[in-house]
């Protein structure tokens, strides 16, 4: 197994490998980019089928979190871990402390949230072994909900915003009454975006391949069910897709009907050229990393003990920095994802830039 040839290397800091026979813990943590402050991502428990697989997905999903992090604007780093195993059957409350106690070595450089196969009772037990876990404390959210740690009521919100935003830019306009929208699953953030839309006023259509899932949109917001074939080529004018990535594809975008999508799930292009390939077909992409960020913008500020109304305010930023990619997309007539990219970097790598100036500056002070 390749690590510094690895393809999706990229200049990562620091890599560990923890490996407890005990309770059968195996994992991987990357910290990807530490320029702005220390590297915040989720810690994901999956089969990996190899350890290429779990190597593979910790070092994209942990680049992934510097953009992220950077483009909102935000002291955080990115960084992420993987647990190898089944959630369901090997997870017990020693191993996560076992994965606590490795956590705790890091010494902060790294901090854990909860991701697919972990929750936030998970990350308190990890806890007891180190203060290097967020999302977990209890406080008033930033919609002055009681929050559990919870970054989807966040999430949501931010998309909505973002969505609101790509809707004013494309289609001209601020309200957002009769506007069609397609959601592709309705779960934790999915659901909350449609019961914002539905608050404005939109008309929505949702498919959920959970059944339930699907009928509480139908029920509680008068959502019309699609098919699974149907719900990414409704014609409607915004898609969001709240379920997986890379459902933007050779296959979806060709049949897209939509002008505008806009929504939560990570990684949504399958390959880097879907981003010109929508660009091409007239379709505004308003980057998944980028309006995707209401969550990593709440854990940040659960750790400060910041107002719920810093919060939201931050969070409402995400429509700023949509209409700066749009604008700057448009005047350079390139694709919104390219874009988003760009600008992720200039922020990160700024900071960097500043570290690598001190030393120096050291040198001539004494
Ligand atoms: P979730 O598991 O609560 O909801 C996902 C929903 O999608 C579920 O209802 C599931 O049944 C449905 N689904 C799965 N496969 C589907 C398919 N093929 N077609 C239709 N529906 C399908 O997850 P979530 O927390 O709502 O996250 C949704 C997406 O947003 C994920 O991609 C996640 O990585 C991303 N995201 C979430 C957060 C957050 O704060 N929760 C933050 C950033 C990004």
Redesign the pocket.
């Known amino acids: 197994m390749n690590v510094f040839s690895h393809p999706e290397f990229d200049n990562h800091e620091h890599l560990s490998f923890f490996c407890d026979p005990e309770t059968g813990l195996k994992a991987i943590v990357a910290t990807h980019n530490t320029s702005r402050g220390p590297a915040l991502g989720g810690c994901r428990m999956f089969p990996y089928a190899t350890d290429e697989e779990a190597l593979r997905d910790v070092l994209r999903l942990s680049r992934g979190m510097t953009y992220k992090s950077a483009l909102a604007n935000l002291d955080l780093g990115g960084g992420k871990s993987v647990i190898i195993g089944n959630p369901r059957k090997h997870k017990t409350e020693a191993l996560l402390e076992a994965m606590g106690k490795h956590l705790e070595s890091l010494g902060g450089q790294y901090i854990a949230a909860e991701d697919s196969g972990t929750s936030v009772p998970d990350l308190k037990v990890m806890g007891r072994r180190t203060q290097h876990v967020a999302g977990i404390a209890e406080r008033i959210g930033f919609d002055g909900q009681p929050s559990s740690g919870d970054?989807?009521p966040a999430?949501a919100y931010g998309t909505f915003i973002g969505l609101k935003a790509a809707v004013r830019h494309k289609l001209g306009r601020n309200d957002l009454k009769g506007l069609k929208v397609a959601i592709?699953?309705?779960?934790?953030?999915?659901f909350r975006l449609a019961r914002h839309l539905k608050e404005a006023g939109a008309q929505l259509w949702v498919?959920?391949?959970?059944a339930d899932?699907m009928q509480r949109a139908v029920d509680e917001l008068g959502a019309t069910p699609a098919s699974?074939g149907d719900i990414l080529h409704l014609p409607v004018d915004v898609v969001a897709p709240?379920?997986?990535?890379a459902v933007l594809n050779d296959e979806s975008i060709p049949q897209l009907k939509a002008t505008v999508v806009a929504g939560?799930?990570?990684n949504l292009l399958e390959r880097p050229d879907h981003d010109q390939a929508l660009k091409d077909r007239g379709i505004l992409y308003a980057p998944d990393f980028a309006i995707?960020a209401g969550?990593i913008i709440d854990v940040f500020y659960e750790r400060n003990g910041a107002s719920p109304e810093t919060v939201r305010a931050h969070v409402d930023t995400i429509g700023d920095t949509l209409m700066e990619i749009f604008t700057r997309a448009d005047r350079s007539d390139r694709p919104t994802g390219a874009i988003a990219n760009e600008m992720a970097e200039e922020r990160f790598r700024k900071h960097t830039a500043h570290i690598e100036e001190i030393p120096e500056r050291l040198t001539q002070v004494g």
Do not use: H, K, L, R
Request: aromatic share 8%; hydrophobic share 35%; proline share 4%.
């Open positions: 970054p989807s999430t592709q699953g309705v779960g934790n953030v999915g498919y959920d391949i959970f899932n699974a709240c379920a997986m990535g939560a799930a990570n995707n969550g």
